[in-house]
């Protein structure tokens, strides 16, 4: 038998031994400690012997005990006086949470009439685990939540008492979570779990924890929850394009609505954080707004209008994508878009006219007109080359790219073809090529190269001598294959004539300040000049004055020419048909100088 203080080392002692105590008490009393949970039959006292009864006197004295409520749960074997266990004591249901639980027993004997008081106390075994409310803890959790944050956790609870009820908590190892336990005066515990590293929606969408209460029995018992923490979305990512750049080729005059490209973002959040809108940045200029259109849910960009090549080739399209957020974030593009060259544009010919009309004298490689040529498309489509209608004498001479010139290839005769019409035309590299053409109407002018032809090759005449000066010797005619005023003869109001006169001995010439040659047709000729291929070269080409328009030829030897305002009469010793003028001195030539006022020469060169 053994005392049972009341100290938890005491109690714990006893159940460790299980032994069975049983204490006399002051007041008459019994005291016996039984574990819970014992089998059937389990020795609790000598009850009888205990309570200083003899066996034998049991039964004659009606010995009994009665129980409030308990009765069944333990017996007294009346042959030998044991208390023992009847049934299952099951102290959380006799006691429930309670710290302390007995049985109350009156023992009831007769004869005398004796009444004793027995308490049976029941100790608490270790019978419970920690149970958990729920078998399952749902948590949510922003993923924009900072390291310590907190949330409440619902803890355990144990049927048992005392240290079998003392829970323990832990946690599962994880990479996330810690768990803080904090004990409220020592009885219930506050249970909370610790962010100890930010948690990303985008990385894990849930954790799954193991909670294990543990209490302080021997051995101990475990009740597990398990945690299921879901982590929220928060806006912590921006839309995303695969690409920062897409390069996009597109032919000029691509019709109104083609779709350019369907950009395609994406968003690692969840909800409207990952629902996007495609909108032009703010750096989109307006040429780019007024050509494209961008639909701002599917992402398509299209064609708005037209695109010409020549108006912008290339137009940069800076994109944003906004997710729906109240806080939205941006992700952004670049769409660039190069127009590829269509040949859409024809030619052009500019030609300026240098020298229209052509003299019919021109030398060859005498520039006509200039062209120049230019197409507004680019490469092959914009490269022009210029022909001219063929069987004709001109040719074309590229001088630059696209600067042609119109020259003057073979020699022109007025009096053949006296009026060209050329056709040019301009035809770009385009496949199919684009042309232009223009016709050049090219004139040919007159040149004074037709010598009048004069009735006889040759005339003799005989001039008495000691005529008046001014008198009429001889009229000579002539034709004139040549225009206007090259043919202009005799034929005017003036008087005809080159007017020979002679000197004694000498020749002498007088002229009037228009000579005339008679011609069969146009106008008189002016400034009419004789001249022989076989002369010696006249005056040289600088002293004469552009007053000398026109030499001619003729079989007459009198050469008449014109120095500044002044006129010279150069008259030849030898015939062009190689007979020698007679009369002449030995000099080649001789030369007159004619008065300008009365066209009649001087007498200081008449030295023949
Ligand atoms: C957009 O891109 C995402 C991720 O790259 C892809 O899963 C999705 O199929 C694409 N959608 C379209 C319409 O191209
Ligand atoms: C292009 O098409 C859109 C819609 O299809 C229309 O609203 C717009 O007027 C068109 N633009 C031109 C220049 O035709």
């Not at 008459?28 to 006292?45: A, L, R």
């Not at 022989?532 to 001619?552: C, E, F, K, M, W």
């Amino acid at each position: 038998m053994v005392y049972s203080q009341r100290s938890p080392g005491c109690r714990r002692l006893l159940l460790l031994l299980l032994l069975l105590t049983a204490l006399e008490s002051e007041s008459g009393h019994i005291h016996y400690s039984i574990p819970e949970e014992v089998k059937h039959g389990t020795f609790v006292g000598r009850i009888a012997q205990d309570l200083g009864l003899e066996l034998a006197e049991l039964v004659p004295r009606l010995f009994r005990v009665a129980s409030k409520g308990h009765r069944d749960l333990l017996e007294v074997n009346l042959q030998n006086g044991i208390l023992f266990v009847n049934s299952r004591i099951d102290r959380e249901a006799l006691c429930g949470r309670s710290a302390e639980c007995s049985i109350y027993l009156e023992v009831i004997v007769d004869r005398p009439l004796q009444v004793f008081h027995v308490e049976v106390e029941v100790k608490d075994i270790n019978d419970n685990p920690p149970r958990f409310l729920r078998q399952e803890q749902r948590l949510f959790i922003l993923e924009s939540r900072i390291v310590d944050s907190r949330f409440p956790l619902e803890g355990a609870s144990d049927m048992d008492v005392g240290a079998n009820a003392e829970l323990k908590y832990k946690l599962n190892p994880n990479e996330y979570f810690d768990l803080d336990v904090k004990t409220n005066e020592g009885e219930t515990s506050i249970l909370e779990l610790v962010l100890k590293k930010a948690v990303d929606r985008e990385e894990t969408q849930e954790h799954l924890l193991l909670l294990t209460a543990v209490d302080g029995g021997k051995p101990e018992l475990t009740g597990t929850v398990q945690l299921l923490i879901s982590v929220l979305d928060a806006n912590d990512n921006a839309p995303k394009f695969d690409k920062s750049v897409y390069n996009i080729r597109l032919l000029e005059n691509t019709p109104n609505g083609t779709l350019v490209i369907k950009l395609n973002a994406s968003d690692a959040d969840d909800g409207i954080n990952k629902e996007i809108v495609y909108l032009f940045s703010n750096l989109v200029l307006d040429n780019v707004r007024s050509k494209f259109i961008i639909n701002p849910n599917s992402g398509e960009i299209t064609v708005n209008g037209e695109l010409d090549y020549e108006d912008c080739n290339l137009y940069e399209i800076n994109i944003d994508a906004v997710d729906r957020s109240p806080f939205p974030l941006t992700g952004h593009c670049k769409v660039i878009v190069k127009l590829l060259d269509e040949n859409d544009n024809t030619p052009e010919m500019v030609i300026t006219y240098i020298s229209l009309p052509v003299q019919e004298d021109a030398s060859l490689g005498t520039v006509i007109a200039l062209i120049s040529l230019s197409d507004h498309d680019s490469g092959p489509n914009g490269q022009v080359t210029c022909t001219l209608s063929p069987h004709v004498p001109f040719k074309l001479v590229s001088t630059f790219k696209n600067y042609y010139s119109l020259v003057l290839d073979s020699a022109l005769d007025r009096e053949s073809v006296a009026n060209y019409k050329l056709v040019v035309t301009a035809r770009d590299g385009g496949s199919p090529s684009l042309s232009a053409t223009a016709s050049v109407s090219v004139e040919v002018a007159d040149v004074n190269d037709n010598a009048p032809a004069f009735a006889q090759p040759e005339y003799t005449v005989f001039v008495k001598e000691n005529n008046p000066p001014g008198c009429h010797i001889f009229t000579v005619s002539a034709r004139d294959a040549d225009a206007q005023e090259n043919a202009r003869g005799a034929c005017g109001p003036a008087k005809p004539a080159l007017v020979c006169s002679s000197a004694v001995g000498s020749w002498s010439c007088s002229q009037q300040r228009r000579q005339r040659v008679c011609s069969g047709e146009g106008a008189p000729k002016a400034d009419l000049m004789a001249f022989s291929p076989s002369l010696p070269q006249g005056p040289s080409s600088a002293d004469i004055s552009h007053d000398v328009a026109v030499y001619h030829e003729v079989n007459l030897v009198v050469t008449v020419f014109k120095i500044h305002s002044s006129c010279y009469c150069l008259v030849p010793r030898v015939l062009s048909d190689g007979r020698r003028r007679t009369g002449l001195t030995d000099s080649d030539h001789t030369i007159f100088h004619l008065n300008d006022e009365t066209r009649s020469f001087d007498g200081n060169k008449t030295n023949f």
